[in-house]
């Protein structure tokens, strides 16, 4: 047996941070594919094991996902064997990155597999028959698959046999859109991703309303390189060729209109390849009297259904989330997604799976997202935390896989209509304190507004600026991301900012109307008249490890929930606001509260609210 040297020695950091909060949501759960030692395989092929894959064809009649089987013998079983999922199928040690020392031996493997199982998931008699069978789903992810039988655990994995290589009809086929709003109201951006450049294939959408005439809108196409990645594991075993992404923008949509579209591109043949047909419903005019629906949460993560990798380990409450807003997507008009989507940390094959996973959603109505620690976050690279928790991807992987209607997709600040609604989204991975350049946005957001027209006015972020009880958070006293509220307390109060929500605590909790830590109102589930303070929502439980409440009791504190769950905003008129909670267990409410105000309402002076007057005439 011979053990072959790496190139590249990768491993999970935890840093030692000034910030207990920052160590506490950077270390909640650990990415499962960081688990495995892979850079340490040792070759051991045995003529007295194999493995095997059918069917060896997937997707003919163009579907994107499909279920594998995989059987497999070993006559030296045991309970730390499992199976990787490789995709390219052939891994070539000669393709290794080099990062740091270039006098090692390329290792024979040196790239982590896309997901993974023991040998033994199915079959508890494994290490006695060494014989046993598993189900694999897979998604088109643009290349061939091979699945690999390891024994020695994920510590020290031994290479005992190799299966043969299945794959896609149309491995490069348009797949996973993702519709966002434009920088206006009447826009809708598409995103997918393909494996087409613009050398061999035309990008474009076909669309069109009911009965009318067909329209073509034309695509950009972005990609990037492993260069573009900041660091490991992005950059060495988390790399994989992420395709090409390309985004199209359909124009002068009328409101409250259903439009059906399909992917397509013009090959240099002169044929086409298409998508299945979608659909969605465009917004409603801007200040539009009539009923508008929000969904909000953050920290999803992705999960697999077939038990691979973190189902129930990793992120336990993300499937659940995904398959609640699926059954309720007709009651669903827009959805904002936080901060913390794929929790890949630098293994690039998990945003494939997670862009599957949401597709029902995010081709169905706008899936807005937000930056959060998971997705930029490395040193050295201009994010407002030195830490590494986005695994070397530092917002590469977030910016070109979704659009957000920002002037600089790199700084994930924006705003966005919809209906009665406006949204000021942060990022608060970039400096949000005064005088910073994403404190003058922040504040032009929300003076900008026209309350006549839009008399909800939401601010969000990924790390909490505003108010949580969160068990690192009260450690420190703060019960806020450190200088969180400082600079934007006065800013919620002077724009009269209804809600603002948040992500990155991994729990659900709501505040009473608060400003400058003092409840302004007694009421607990109606709120009528003045706006004279801001509720604070924490929505972090969409999916990734629960974090701990602070044994203090905060006082502003109404509601707290360690569980998984979502928040949906409904507003029915002008006057009229409902916000619940949901729980993504069983999709019931469990904490709801109410705003009823007229316009006169929102313009009346409270504390720090108005300019000083004068009597002078």
Not at 229 to 249: E, K, Q
Not at 283 to 295: A, F, H, K, N, T
Not at 340 to 350: F, K
Request: with cysteine; hydrophobic share 35%; net charge negative.
């Amino acid at each position: 047996m011979k053990r072959v040297a790496v190139a590249v020695a990768v491993a999970v950091v935890l840093l030692s941070f000034n910030w207990p909060s920052v160590l506490c949501h950077s270390a909640i759960g650990e990415q499962p594919l960081s688990k495995i030692a892979i850079h340490t395989t040792t070759f051991a092929l045995s003529d007295s094991a194999s493995i095997k894959a059918s069917p060896p064809l997937l997707g003919l009649k163009g579907e994107d996902t499909e279920w594998v089987f995989v059987d497999f013998e070993n006559d030296k079983p045991s309970n730390d064997d499992w199976i990787g999922v490789f995709s390219p199928a052939k891994f070539n040690g000669s393709d290794c990155y080099m990062e740091n020392d270039s006098k090692e031996q390329a290792p024979y493997i040196c790239s982590a597999p896309i997901k993974y199982q023991f040998a033994n998931s199915s079959n508890s008699d494994y290490t006695k028959t060494g014989k046993a069978s598993l189900k694999f789903q897979l998604i088109n992810q643009r290349a061939d698959f091979s699945f690999v039988l390891f024994g020695g655990g994920l510590s020290n994995p031994k290479l005992v046999a190799l299966s043969n290589s299945i794959s896609f009809a149309n491995p490069k086929a348009p797949l996973y859109p993702r519709l966002a709003q434009g920088k206006s109201w009447n826009e809708m951006t598409v995103t997918w991703t393909s494996g087409y450049n613009i050398d061999e294939a035309v990008p474009f959408v076909e669309w069109s309303q009911k009965g009318h005439h067909k329209m073509r809108s034309p695509a950009g196409t972005l990609t990037f390189h492993r260069n573009s990645m900041c660091g490991s594991p992005a950059r060495t075993v988390g790399w994989r060729d992420p395709g090409f992404i390309h985004t199209s923008f359909l124009k002068d949509l009328w409101p409250n209109t259903v439009y059906a579209y399909k992917i397509g591109h013009l090959l240099s043949n002169g044929s086409y390849v298409w998508s299945k047909m979608y659909s969605f419903k465009s917004s409603p005019y801007l200040g539009q009297d009539s009923l508008q629906r929000v969904i909000i949460f953050g920290d999803m993560g992705k999960a697999e259904r077939d038990g691979s990798n973190e189902y129930s380990n990793y992120q336990p409450g993300s499937l659940n989330t995904t398959d609640q807003l699926i059954n309720d997507i007709n009651n669903i008009d827009i959805v904002f997604h936080i901060g913390d989507l794929a929790y890949a940390n630098g293994y690039i094959s998990q945003w494939d799976q997670f862009t599957a996973q949401v597709e029902p959603i995010a081709s169905t109505v706008p899936y807005m997202i937000a930056s959060g620690n998971h997705e930029r976050d490395w040193p050295g690279t201009g994010s407002f935390y030195d830490t590494m928790d986005s695994g070397g991807e530092c917002g590469v992987l977030a910016e070109t896989m979704f659009y957000v209607p920002a002037e600089n997709r790199a700084k994930f600040w924006y705003s966005t209509d919809y209906g009665m609604f406006h949204f000021c989204i942060a990022d608060s991975e970039h400096d949000w304190r005064e005088g910073s350049e994403q404190y003058k946005f922040i504040e032009h957001c929300l003076a900008s507004v026209d309350r006549q027209k839009q008399p909800w006015l939401i601010f969000a972020a990924h790390r909490v600026l505003g108010y949580s009880s969160d068990k690192y958070y009260g450690l420190e006293g703060s019960f806020d991301e450190p200088m969180g509220r400082e600079s934007l307390q006065r800013l919620w109060q002077k724009y009269k900012v209804d809600i603002a929500f948040y992500g990155h605590v991994h729990n659900y909790e709501r505040s009473c109307p608060i400003y400058q830590n003092k409840c302004v109102s007694s009421e607990k589930t109606h709120y009528s008249g003045t706006v004279n303070g801001t509720i604070h929502v924490v929505v972090g439980g969409g999916g990734s490890h629960l974090s701990e409440f602070s044994t203090v009791n905060t006082s502003w504190s109404l509601y707290k929930d360690y569980d998984w769950g979502f928040g949906k905003l409904t507003a029915f008129n002008h006057s009229s606001l409902l916000f619940e909670y949901k729980k993504s267990s069983d999709g019931k409410v469990y904490d709801s509260f109410t705003i009823s105000r007229d316009y006169r309402d929102v313009l009346a002076c409270v504390h720090d609210s108005c300019e000083a007057t004068t009597l002078a005439i």
